[in-house]
């Protein structure tokens, strides 16, 4: 099955500096990778996500990079805010059979420091 | 729009105890999908049904985990016995279709702790 690795576990940035978030997958099926923000308490929120036919993607202050050679994709985020504050979580979904369920990376707490 | 809702919020059972949890998708949604998410972790799916049939239940241990979902709206998620480690995070989602691209939009959780 897919397993999918990200890093790093922490992440602490000052107000206004970028973050970035690594992920890499094994299963060269992978067509679809979601990124999630999730607060305390509260359920994953989709963010951002990027198909396999697509080398990047951004949205206001964050973008998506993918490799599928390599394997490896990025969540980038421009000029942080507190509000940017949560565990961010990277997945992949490797259809087979009819399932299209996501498998998540461990997460990633980022903490911006004002 | 409505989005997923669960419930309980919270459950504290003793182990060897069964528990069970329920889950309303967004109106409309074709598929439901339960995952577990121990703390510390990424949620992983336990599984997945498409309307009221099971597409995916490779993850699922069945041995004391069932669900169900009657009519292909609500899903019912049931432990029986609990052990210890079941302790978790239990989140439904549901997306509109099937397919890559397909957005995935997750409830609030159930947090179980088995004592």
Do not use: M
């Not at chain 2, 729009?1 to 919270?10: K, L, T």
């Not at chain 2, 889950?23 to 949604?29: A, K, M, R, V, Y």
């Not at chain 2, 009519?71 to 302790?87: N, W």
Request: hydrophobic share 35%; with cysteine; net charge neutral.
């Amino acid at each position: 099955g897919e397993n999918v690795e990200q890093h790093p576990s922490t992440l602490s940035v000052q107000e206004g500096d970028s973050a970035v978030i690594k992920c890499t997958y094994s299963d060269s099926a992978s067509n679809y990778f979601p990124w999630y923000k999730q607060e305390l308490g509260k359920g994953p929120q989709l963010i951002i996500d990027i198909r396999s036919n697509v080398g990047e993607k951004k949205d206001q202050r964050i973008a998506v990079t993918l490799n599928k050679t390599a394997k490896h994709f990025s969540l980038h985020i421009t000029e942080t805010q507190p509000e940017d504050s949560a565990v961010y979580f990277c997945a992949a979904s490797s259809p087979g059979g009819g399932a299209d369920g996501l498998t998540f990376g461990k997460g990633t707490h980022l903490i911006i420091q004002p | 729009e409505a989005g997923v809702a669960q419930s309980p919020r919270y459950k504290i059972i003793e182990k060897r105890q069964s528990v069970a949890f329920w889950c309303n998708p967004i109106s409309g949604h074709a598929t439901l999908y339960w995952y577990q998410q121990i703390l510390g972790q990424g949620p992983k799916l336990l599984i997945q049904f498409q309307n009221n049939g099971v597409v995916d239940d490779s993850q699922l241990p069945k041995d004391r985990f069932s669900a169900e979902r009657l009519k292909g709206v609500d899903s019912t998620l049931k432990i029986q016995p609990a052990k210890l480690e079941d302790s978790a995070v239990y989140l439904c989602a549901s997306s509109l279709g099937r397919g890559a691209g397909t957005e995935a939009f997750f409830g609030q959780g159930t947090r179980l702790t088995v004592v």
